[in-house]
């Protein structure tokens, strides 16, 4: 399975008295317009995958419609588990994954800690390797993502490519 792990464009800075319930907190438009344009370079240089999960949270499910507008990919859809940084997090997105194994391809759409933890995790370590800057995507291949389900088994992904919106702005 190629999964594609991709954190949140670029959003307004926590400010309790702007956005007091910060799931509602939107990207910005220069952290949208960067995105799109590495999107459509995605959309034009990889095959779309067959799902999208996101989580619903406001800058988190923006991305994710940006990549189906701007690359081409499927409407994104709900998955709690990409909600949360708690213990336990990277397990279950894990199980997500396993749960979907027959796909070919899979994107997930979530915030930090929790992606670049979960990189990290199926990369074979316990410490963040790879830094999921704001709307990084990660392409990884992975030969038994089932084997993630019960647990799963850590360093069970290779790392095809990295890409970050900064690119865009070099390109």
Do not use: Y
Not at 27 to 50: H, M, N, S, W
Not at 92 to 121: F, K, M, N, T, Y
């Amino acid at each position: 399975m190629r999964l594609f792990v991709v954190r949140h464009a670029k959003a307004f800075e926590r400010d309790p008295g702007r956005f007091p319930d910060d799931r509602l907190r939107p990207l910005t438009r220069e952290g949208a317009r960067e995105f799109r344009k590495l999107a459509r370079r995605v959309g034009r240089g990889t095959d779309a995958p067959e799902l999208v999960l996101s989580s619903s949270w406001t800058r988190a499910w923006d991305t994710a419609v940006a990549l189906e507008d701007a690359a081409g990919w499927p409407a994104p859809e709900s998955c709690a588990a990409l909600e949360s940084d708690e213990p336990g997090a990277v397990a279950a997105i894990a199980r997500e994954i396993s749960a979907r194994a027959s796909l070919e391809a899979l994107a997930l759409v979530g915030h930090e800690p929790v992606l670049s933890a979960l990189v990290a995790w199926l990369l074979g370590s316990d410490h963040p390797i790879i830094r999921m800057r704001k709307g990084a995507i990660a392409a990884l291949e992975i030969a038994s993502p089932r084997q993630l389900g019960a647990g799963g088994v850590s360093g069970a992904a290779q790392l095809e490519w990295l890409a970050v919106p900064a690119l865009m702005r070099r390109a």
